[in-house]
């Protein structure tokens, strides 16, 4: 039943990720087997209402993940759940701007790394500090009693992690194919005209990376169509996704390193200026590697966690039911 689902997807968003399924499952055949009972006893089978009624019975969903979890002291074992997830939330806010700060220093230069990794330690125990004591004060002040104040109609629907949204493959076949048709009739030549009067040269290896993102973008196209004939993610279709990213990421890499650029070329622009141009160019681009790489390791590790959580929960794409474990 739909509302059984939704409840044991909000009992396992409070759990750590280690005992989600093993505690869902326990927790899974306790409803049934208390759902069971009652229909023994009436003789017919429950309708929501009185199956809304044992989830009533049985616990808010913060409170029964809580009965599984080592008790706390400063924070209850009710608000602990909250003040984690809270925490996370906060942290990620405050360190995520001062993290890219720090990449883009590191990239451009080391003049303030020191003091922006002082500012991410100072930021992390600020969070810390002000979560604490704001979960504190709530506990301190009855802040729990507000875990009782819950109905299983009002819980979320439940989420198919392994759905492809079916607007998001049309949108993603839309961009591909557009890329596909300029890419494969604007830059098939390494002497590139932007706008009249204006050329750019690049150097003989550009037709490895023409050939290359062409296919790359062929493959993606052609998965974008799979997705949205048949919207759900498989093994088959979560390795096909990192190979052309990976593919892609590594080009582009090998781009920022290549010096692609050799020439540029307009009336009003002198040799010596058409040089420097080159020069600053391919210096910008040989800058902009370290962030090829982070995003290449995020981009890698993303499609890789999309495989382990396919590979863990193989046989139940698709398939609803099969969240209620």
Same mark, same amino acid.
Request: no cysteine.
């Given at each position: 039943m739909e509302l059984i689902d939704r409840y044991l997807q909000a009992v396992k968003f409070w759990l750590p990720e280690n005992q989600k399924e093993d505690i869902a499952a326990e927790l899974?055949?306790? +409803?049934?087997?208390? +759902?069971?009972?009652?229909? =023994?006893?009436?003789?017919?089978?429950?309708n929501e209402a009185e199956v809304e009624t044992i989830l009533e019975k049985v616990g808010g969903p913060v409170v029964v993940a809580n009965r599984y979890l080592p008790p706390k002291q400063l924070i209850g074992p009710l608000l602990f759940p909250v003040y984690r997830f809270v925490l996370k939330i906060a942290l990620a806010a405050v360190l995520a701007p001062l993290a890219l700060t720090w990449v883009g220093l590191a990239i451009y230069g080391r003049a303030a790394i020191g003091s922006v990794w002082g500012s991410l330690w100072m930021a992390s125990l600020m969070t810390f500090g002000v979560v604490t004591a704001v979960f504190a004060v709530l506990e301190r002040v009855g802040g729990s009693r507000m875990m009782d104040e819950w109905s299983p109609r009002k819980l979320p629907p439940v989420r198919n992690p392994n759905l492809i949204p079916r607007a998001g493959s049309v949108i993603e076949l839309a961009i591909n194919l557009g890329l596909l048709i300029f890419w494969a009739s604007n830059m098939y030549s390494p002497s590139i005209t932007f706008y009249p009067g204006f050329h750019v040269t690049l150097a003989p290896v550009w037709s490895y990376f023409f050939w290359g993102y062409l296919l790359t973008c062929c493959s993606i196209t052609v998965l974008a169509a799979v997705n949205l004939w048949h919207p759900y993610w498989t093994v088959q279709r979560a390795v096909a996704r990192l190979v052309t990213n990976g593919v892609g990421s590594a080009l582009l890499c090998w781009l920022l390193k290549a010096n692609i650029v050799t020439g540029f070329a307009s009336p009003d622009l002198s040799a010596a200026r058409a040089l420097d141009l080159?020069?600053?160019?391919?210096?910008?681009?040989?800058?902009?590697?370290?962030? $090829?790489? =982070?995003? =290449? +390791? =995020?981009?890698?590790?993303?499609? $890789?966690?999309? +495989?382990?959580?396919?590979?863990?929960?193989?046989?139940?794409? $698709?398939?609803?039911?099969?969240?209620?474990?």
């Open positions: 899974s055949e306790d +409803i049934d087997a208390q +759902i069971a009972e009652r229909e =023994v006893q009436l003789g017919r089978s429950l080159v020069r600053a160019t391919n210096a910008w681009l040989d800058k902009l590697f370290p962030a $090829g790489v =982070v995003m =290449v +390791i =995020v981009i890698a590790l993303a499609d $890789g966690y999309r +495989i382990w959580r396919l590979s863990q929960r193989r046989g139940t794409i $698709g398939s609803p039911a099969a969240l209620r474990i």
